[in-house]
């Protein structure tokens, strides 16, 4: 299989070291973790354990023995199978000049995951890692990426059967696996149900009631459904921004399938000539925008915003106290509309830019700009 290198979260990991004993690789199963942990560990003396692996679970048959003998950096994959680890691991990097770095990693969240933000306080740094970002597989490769999505075998499958087999087997195997395993109990069907009614919503406005009406359950069954998924990393829940300027603000969360490729999947979507003719090719398009963007931002601080009236932005991040807002439009050549005009007033925002598939760069209005998404790593506040 094809490398490709991810030089980015390395630093990251890199950068959280610097501060902490403790750094935790947190993002979706299959999304390249153990690979960039193993090109880590071939750059300096390193002890891995993988809490899958039958023999290393026999290794941690007495885990204080073990690992108090540990020097330099350890490596556990897939920490989430024993949150027990998590107060040894404190007591480990605590002692007086303690020999040892962990990096953990983890296809859960803190939130599902018990005792890790608890145990661990003050001594973990996270780093989020998704699939493959544009940056890391080439402009040219954007549509690629687009309908295989980011996952390392998806996207890297020698073609879009094989693309499409892979993600069906992913879906089936997180639903009656990898949930069973975090010591949810809900039924594969179910919760599948429930993840293929998000994707026709994807981009949209959360309704729990209409999700639990259409389920037969109650809105709060609803919202833990939506919990789960988000946790797992399968779903982002975007929430919505809102102040007081006198207009009456949209104010439950936005909801989107992080990865396209499982989106399209979900959806049916086998080829770019299946995308290009659905009636979700817009909202696919604003979450792999939205996905990309996310990925450089240095903070989990991201919202929409929207009206009742109508105005809205798809996203609003804030940098060094300013605020700037993006738009993602499929369209060959998007202009300024009202929403966006009242957007930059309302919110008193420094630039608007409107993320377009084309290749040029241009202005359409005063604070508004048309860039192509090749160009969103280029933008200054992603500037170091």
Same mark, same amino acid.
């Given at each position: 299989?094809?490398?490709?290198l991810?030089?980015?979260?390395?630093?990251?990991?890199?950068?959280?070291?610097?501060?902490?004993?403790?750094?935790?690789?947190?993002?979706?199963?299959?999304?390249?973790?153990?690979?960039?942990?193993k090109?880590?560990?071939?750059?300096?003396s390193?002890?891995?354990?993988?809490?899958?692996?039958?023999?290393?679970?026999?290794?941690?048959?007495?885990?204080?023995?073990?690992?108090?003998?540990?020097?330099?950096?350890?490596?556990?994959?897939?920490?989430?199978?024993?949150?027990?680890l998590?107060?040894?691991?404190?007591?480990?990097?605590?002692r007086?000049?303690?020999?040892?770095?962990?990096?953990?990693?983890?296809?859960?969240?803190?939130?599902?995951?018990?005792g890790?933000s608890?145990?661990?306080?003050?001594?973990?740094?996270?780093?989020?890692?998704?699939?493959?970002?544009l940056?890391?597989?080439?402009?040219?490769?954007?549509?690629?990426?687009w309908?295989?999505g980011?996952?390392p075998?998806?996207f890297?499958?020698?073609?879009?059967?094989?693309?499409?087999?892979w993600?069906?087997d992913?879906?089936?195997?997180?639903?009656?696996?990898?949930?069973?395993?975090l010591?949810?109990?809900?039924?594969a069907?179910?919760?599948?149900?429930?993840?293929t009614?998000?994707?026709h919503?994807?981009?949209?406005?959360?309704?729990?009631?209409?999700?639990?009406?259409?389920?037969?359950?109650?809105?709060?069954?609803?919202r833990?459904? *939506?919990?789960? #998924?988000?946790?797992? &990393?399968?779903?982002?829940?975007?929430?919505?921004?809102? +102040? /007081? =300027?006198?207009?009456?603000q949209?104010?439950?969360?936005k909801?989107y399938?992080?990865?396209?490729?499982i989106?399209?999947?979900?959806?049916?979507?086998?080829?770019?000539?299946?995308?290009?003719?659905?009636?979700?090719?817009?909202?696919s398009w604003?979450?792999?925008c939205?996905?990309?963007?996310?990925?450089?931002?240095?903070t989990?601080?991201?919202?929409?915003?929207?009206?009742?009236?109508?105005?809205?932005?798809?996203?609003?991040?804030?940098?060094?106290?300013?605020?700037?807002?993006?738009?993602?439009?499929y369209?060959?050549?998007?202009?300024?509309?009202?929403s966006?005009?009242i957007?930059?007033?309302?919110?008193? *925002?420094?630039? #608007?830019?409107?993320? &377009?598939?084309g290749?040029?760069?241009?202005?359409?209005d +005063? /604070? =508004?700009?048309?860039?192509?998404?090749?160009?969103?790593?280029?933008?200054?506040?992603?500037?170091?």
């Amino acid at each position: 299989m094809i490398m490709i290198l991810r030089p980015d979260p390395i630093e990251r990991i890199a950068a959280v070291f610097k501060v902490h004993p403790i750094a935790a690789l947190l993002g979706p199963r299959q999304c390249g973790k153990t690979t960039l942990a193993k090109m880590i560990s071939e750059r300096e003396s390193c002890t891995y354990f993988d809490l899958e692996n039958p023999v290393d679970i026999r290794r941690l048959s007495a885990p204080m023995s073990t690992l108090e003998e540990l020097s330099g950096l350890v490596v556990m994959d897939e920490i989430q199978r024993r949150p027990d680890l998590f107060e040894l691991l404190r007591v480990l990097v605590d002692r007086p000049n303690s020999p040892v770095r962990f990096l953990i990693l983890g296809s859960a969240s803190p939130g599902l995951v018990r005792g890790v933000s608890e145990s661990l306080a003050g001594r973990i740094g996270f780093v989020d890692l998704s699939g493959f970002d544009l940056q890391e597989v080439g402009s040219e490769k954007r549509s690629f990426l687009w309908i295989k999505g980011g996952f390392p075998r998806s996207f890297l499958a020698k073609d879009e059967s094989s693309s499409t087999a892979w993600r069906e087997d992913f879906i089936r195997t997180f639903l009656e696996r990898d949930i069973p395993q975090l010591g949810i109990t809900i039924p594969a069907e179910t919760l599948r149900r429930f993840w293929t009614m998000i994707s026709h919503y994807h981009g949209q406005v959360w309704n729990a009631a209409h999700f639990a009406r259409s389920l037969g359950t109650s809105e709060k069954t609803a919202r833990r459904y *939506l919990d789960i #998924l988000a946790g797992a &990393y399968m779903v982002r829940v975007l929430p919505p921004w809102y +102040e /007081n =300027i006198r207009k009456r603000q949209v104010k439950a969360p936005k909801i989107y399938i992080r990865d396209s490729g499982i989106l399209h999947a979900l959806l049916q979507i086998n080829t770019m000539a299946d995308l290009q003719g659905h009636p979700k090719l817009g909202s696919s398009w604003e979450g792999f925008c939205l996905e990309q963007l996310i990925g450089h931002l240095r903070t989990r601080d991201v919202y929409f915003w929207a009206t009742h009236a109508g105005a809205e932005l798809d996203l609003l991040v804030t940098v060094a106290g300013k605020r700037y807002g993006f738009e993602f439009k499929y369209a060959d050549a998007p202009g300024a509309n009202r929403s966006m005009r009242i957007a930059i007033e309302d919110l008193r *925002l420094e630039q #608007l830019w409107v993320i &377009y598939p084309g290749q040029h760069e241009y202005d359409i209005d +005063e /604070n =508004i700009s048309v860039i192509p998404i090749d160009l969103i790593p280029s933008l200054s506040i992603f500037q170091k």
